[in-house]
């Protein structure tokens, strides 16, 4: 069973702080991760993707991706409230067509943002 | 343009009722999925079309019913569904349906079954 797993949370960071959230994942042979952000109600919008080991920078996002740990993390510096929002860890499988369809999601890690 | 379109947002219908959930793109990608997302629950896939073959069946029951009438539209066809149906509808897209490729989501369906 390919598994994604996040802390649930919620995560609670003060305005203008780091908040870092991490995602493990267990299909050694994956290529490619995604972090979502979905607000409450809304459908899950693309923050940023990875494909390879090390730092991906996007404005005040930073997604980070470690193939031999299987961990994935997304910084947000400067954090905002309009930040608070779930964000979905998302995986590719390795093998097209299985049973988890080429991308797995994890349950989400429930992100506040505090003035 | 990565934009993808679904409509209604919002059903409501009772159990007798058949409807249909349509969704659009038009960023030239080959592959379409429909899922359903339960409250404080991840997406849950439940058909994947690639070049408008149906290529991924998730075991979903016969009373939702999808088709892919060109390579810009995706419909999901509704008949005799059961309140437990009722959940957010998710279209997404991607280039290709082929080792975890981009997806990109539409706003979603709201349906309410009665």
Known sequence: ?115 | DTEVTQTPKHLVMGMTNKKSLKCEQHMGHRAMYWYKQKAKKPPELMFVYSYEKLSINESVPSRFSPECPNSSLLNLHLHALQPEDSALYLCASSQVATRGETQYFGPGTRLLVL
Do not use: H
């Open chain 1, 1 to 115: 069973q390919k598994e994604v797993e996040q802390n649930s949370g919620p995560l609670s960071v003060p305005e203008g702080a780091i908040a870092s959230l991490n995602c493990t994942y267990s299909d050694r042979g994956s290529q490619s991760f995604f972090w979502y952000r979905q607000y409450s109600g809304k459908s899950p919008e693309l923050i940023m993707f990875i494909y390879s080991n090390g730092d991906k920078e996007d404005g005040r996002f930073t997604a980070q991706l470690n193939k031999a740990s299987q961990y994935v993390s997304l910084l947000i510096r400067d954090s905002q409230p309009s930040d608070s929002a779930t964000y979905l860890c998302a995986v590719g499988t390795s093998d097209y067509g299985g049973s988890q369809g080429n991308l797995i999601f994890g349950k989400g890690t429930k992100l506040s943002v505090k003035p």
